[in-house]
Each structure stands twice: as structure tokens, then as C-alpha cells.
């Protein structure tokens, strides 16, 4: 079956950086296009960041551009988010989601797949 689990979340100051990788199992990762979304307490589930299934279009939401950077190897099967300048607000469990279309969306509702999540927490 379709797997996603995500890994590289933590505890760190205002300020640092973090890096979260999603590896995908069970199908075809290559073909299909890659999302990270975020959710925090009492809040919905919001767009992060998505990529399309070469890599060749990626798209943020305007609270993390500049800041983080979506990435893929479909060689190694995993989607990677460089988060830097990180701050309290982006404090949230963070999820990766795959889509099984070549090109991404910013609505979670059109994602096929999740991972489980990991959180990341900025302390000010």
C-alpha cells in the first residue's frame, strides 16, 4: 500500500533552520506531484509548499516565501522542505501529501495520500 512518513521536525529557536523529508513507498513517486501542508492547534490545515512530479514547478504560500524551499529526488522516492529563518508562527505538525496528478494544487482536498506528520516547534 501507499506510505508516506515524514521525518526531520523538532524543537528550535527563532531564527534556525530545519530541513523535513517525506519518502514515498507503494507506487509510482516519480509521476505524481508532491504538497506540504501545516496544521496548528485550533487551526485548519493549510498549504505550505508543492512541487510537480519533474520538480520543474514549485509553488508557496506567501507566509513562507523566501523562507522555504520544496524540493524532490524520485531517484531516492522523497520530497524535501528546507525551512529557514523559521519563526514561532510556523509552529505547526506538518504534513507531506502526494497527488496523483503531474502538477501540484494548493488544496488539500485534491491530494490522494498523507503522511502521519511531524511537528516543528519555534520557540521565540
Known amino acids: 500500500q501507499v506510505q508516506l512518513v515524514e521525518s526531520g521536525g523538532g524543537l528550535v529557536q527563532a531564527g534556525a533552520s530545519l530541513r523535513l523529508s517525506c519518502v514515498a513507498s507503494?507506487?509510482?513517486?516519480?509521476?505524481?506531484?508532491m504538497g506540504w501542508f501545516r496544521q496548528a492547534p485550533g487551526k485548519e490545515r493549510e498549504f505550505v509548499a508543492a512541487?510537480?512530479?519533474?520538480?520543474?514547478?514549485?509553488s508557496y504560500a506567501d507566509s513562507v516565501k523566501g523562507r522555504f524551499t520544496i524540493s524532490r529526488d524520485n531517484a531516492k522516492n522523497t520530497v524535501y522542505m528546507q525551512m529557514n529563518s523559521l519563526k514561532p508562527e510556523d509552529t505547526a505538525v506538518y504534513y507531506c501529501?502526494?497527488?496523483?496528478?503531474?502538477?501540484?494544487?494548493?488544496?488539500?482536498?485534491?491530494?490522494?495520500?498523507w503522511g502521519q506528520g511531524t511537528q516543528v516547534t519555534v520557540s521565540s
Open positions: 512541487i510537480s512530479w519533474s520538480g520543474g514547478s514549485t
Open positions: 501529501a502526494l497527488r496523483r496528478r503531474y502538477y501540484s494544487s494548493p488544496r488539500p482536498y485534491e491530494y490522494d495520500y
Open positions: 507503494g507506487l509510482t513517486f516519480s509521476s505524481y506531484a
